[in-house]
């Protein structure tokens, strides 16, 4: 394997691999993901904007890219670190390889890195900004750009979509507001015939009630959930009014339009093996993670949200739900896509939820009429 590019984070610990993807001096924040399968997914769901992603499993690429598999169309990330990227991917569905994916989408990457002793040090320091180079710049010079470097706090305003769009169905009408969202939960909004419309993170609430929604998704999404404020003051008027629906960024967002706190995780979770557990029923799900902010539990006790879900990991509020509204969250990826569908039940609760909603209106209108 060739020695031509560098990874290095902001601590001046540094890697030294062989180029894939494209030739560009990006950084990001490094973190990693355990998942062993779904690399498509992972690259390409818009969550990762902004972030170099450290993949455990050792080889990556061994059943390509193909068209179906997609999370967005245009990928956000912002580098990716392997330890072996396959060039000869086998599979009926392949159409690229991870080299010619990556270089195609203007995103650079590094393989022959000891993944497992970088994803050990992130575990230990947390994750932290991180950069690819050239081999011959001196790691000082990176290591003092980086820490000039913040991130970027508009995040979500760069993978949104800028004008809405409707994605026709004759079931419920769902206003799905796009964070940044994956296609998985579009799939899973089309599967149950619903009609949605897509609206961008910036929507009011005045133009959501405008379309008269039966029940409204938050999406999930990149960044820092208290940088999207008019989103903040968007939720907390509509989950009085609409059946709500809050998955990741649109969990957090629920937790603190509701007055709770969000934290930033040390080295957060990414994976698709994070057990859950469902307090009501006491039942462990296996869910697919991407999230390195959470919801401070102690924050909640003034608030009318309850905890309805924690990770079995480290303890961490997985689920809430409201104890006035029809409204709740899962802090997982319920679409999956990648990793299990054990969750995908929630995409029925909400449908339930918009229909029991409808069931009301519906008495209250007879009561009029009388
Ligand atoms: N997948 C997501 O929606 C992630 C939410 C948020 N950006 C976080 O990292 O916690």
């Known amino acids: 394997m060739k020695q031509n ?13 062989e180029a894939i993807g494209s030739d560009v001096d990006q950084s990001g924040e490094v973190v990693f993901n355990t998942g062993m399968t779904g690399y498509q997914e992972i690259i390409t769901d818009p969550s990762y904007c902004g972030q170099i992603v450290t993949f455990t499993y050792p080889m990556i690429g061994n059943y390509g890219f193909n068209r179906d598999d997609y999370e967005t169309v245009k990928p ?38 000891d993944t497992r002793k970088l ?10 900004k991180g950069a690819f180079t050239s081999v011959e710049e001196p790691i000082e010079a990176v290591v003092a750009r980086l820490r000039d470097t913040s991130f970027s706090r508009n995040v979500v305003a760069r993978v949104s979509t800028i004008k809405p769009y409707v994605v026709p ?5 769902v206003v799905l507001v796009d964070f940044g969202m994956k296609h998985g939960i579009l799939r899973e909004f089309t599967k149950r015939h619903c009609h949605v419309t897509v609206v961008p993170y ?20 990149p960044g820092d959930p208290k940088d999207v ?34 934290e930033k ?15 009501e029923s006491g039942s ?8 390195g902010y959470a919801v401070v539990e102690s924050s909640l006790s003034h608030t009318q949200l309850e905890v309805t879900q924690y990770a079995l990991n480290d303890g961490t509020v997985e689920g809430l739900a409201h104890l006035v509204y029809p409204c709740f969250s899962a802090q997982y990826h319920p679409e999956s896509a990648p990793g299990p569908e054990d969750s995908n039940e929630l995409f029925d609760e909400f449908i339930e939820m918009m229909e029991e909603a409808k069931g009301r209106e519906k008495v209250l209108c007879q009561n009029v009429q009388i």
Do not use: W
């Open 76 to 113: 956000s990330i912002h580098g990716v670190v392997v330890k072996e990227a396959n060039e000869y991917p086998s599979n009926f569905r392949n159409e690229e390889t991870l080299h010619e994916f990556l270089s195609a989408h203007g995103i650079p990457g590094i393989q022959g890195v």
């Open 229 to 262: 404020q008019e989103a903040i003051e968007m939720v907390r008027t509509i989950l009085e009014e609409y059946p709500t629906f809050g998955i990741c960024l649109g969990h957090q967002l629920i937790a603190l339009a509701c007055g709770a706190n969000t």
């Open 5 to 17: 590019r560098k990874l290095v984070l902001e601590d001046g610990t540094f890697f030294v691999g």
């Open 284 to 291: 462990v799900y296996m869910t697919s993670q991407n999230h």
């Open 169 to 173: 169905g004759r079931g419920h009408r």
């Open 265 to 279: 995780m040390k080295f957060g979770h990414r994976g698709s093996n994070h057990p859950v557990k469902h307090i």
């Open 202 to 221: 910036n929507t009011s609430a005045e133009e959501i009630r405008r379309l008269n929604p039966d029940g409204v998704l938050l999406s999930n999404g």
């Open 119 to 128: 994803t050990k040090h992130i575990r230990k320091e947390g994750s932290m």
